[in-house]
């Protein structure tokens, strides 16, 4: 796992946690709000808040709006490409 899904990873764990849950990982592939997270809209929006924070970027702004965790760290590794 990269530096970059490690980072996503422990944003959305540290919320996942704090509501009671207890993964050990982030299945990527699972769409934002799937049940296993145990996530409401709230905690998305937190999450992502967190990752616009960090990461200075809005994932919501893309032509094509992310839908699972895999799809947001598409998007990151695409526009980290583009700064450098």
């Not at 200075?56 to 992310?66: E, G, L, Q, R, V």
């Amino acid at each position: 796992m990269d530096h970059l899904a490690k980072q996503i990873e422990a944003i959305v764990l540290v919320v996942h946690r704090r509501n009671g849950g207890n993964l050990a990982s982030l299945d990527f592939n699972l769409k934002f709000l799937d049940e296993s997270f145990g996530l409401d809209s709230l905690d998305l929006a937190e999450i992502m808040v967190e990752v616009e924070r960090q990461f200075h970027f809005c994932p919501f702004d893309s032509p094509t709006p992310p839908r699972t965790w895999a799809d947001l760290l598409a998007a990151l590794r695409l526009t980290h490409e583009e700064t450098i």
